[in-house]
């Protein structure tokens, strides 16, 4: 999930309805689309818009289904592809404990 427009290569209407959050509040998820991890060229697909969202969230699992591995560490984390080992992304922890993408 995204709340920044900006980080889609490509988007289209989602009849999604919405999502809840961990403190009872909601978004309305809007599009759903096509997300460059960072600098690197590996791209993410169906990746939702939702209105409102203040951080941008990346699923584990779906970075990990797209043949990449997540290595997480005391203050970054690393994700490379599975099969070549190469770095494709990274970021570092904030002192939130919120892992954000370089």
């Known amino acids: 999930m995204i709340g920044d427009k900006q980080r889609f290569e ?4 989602y009849e999604g309805g919405s ?3 961990g403190n009872n509040g909601n978004a ?7 997300v460059k991890l960072g600098d690197s060229k590996v791209k ?3 990746i939702l818009f939702v209105i ?3 951080h941008n969230l990346l699923s584990v699992s779906q970075i990990c289904d797209k043949g990449n591995d997540i290595i997480f560490k005391r203050h970054s984390y690393e ?4 099969n070549t080992r190469k770095l494709v992304a990274y970021g570092t922890r904030t002192s939130r ?3 954000t993408l370089s």
């Not at 998820?29 to 096509?34: A, D, E, L, Q, S």
């Open 10 to 13: 490509n988007m289209k209407d």
């Open 19 to 21: 999502v809840r959050f």
């Open 28 to 34: 309305k998820i809007v599009w759903k689309g096509t």
């Open 44 to 46: 993410i697909e169906d």
């Open 52 to 54: 409102g969202l203040k």
């Open 79 to 82: 994700i490379r592809r599975s």
């Open 97 to 99: 404990n919120i892992y």
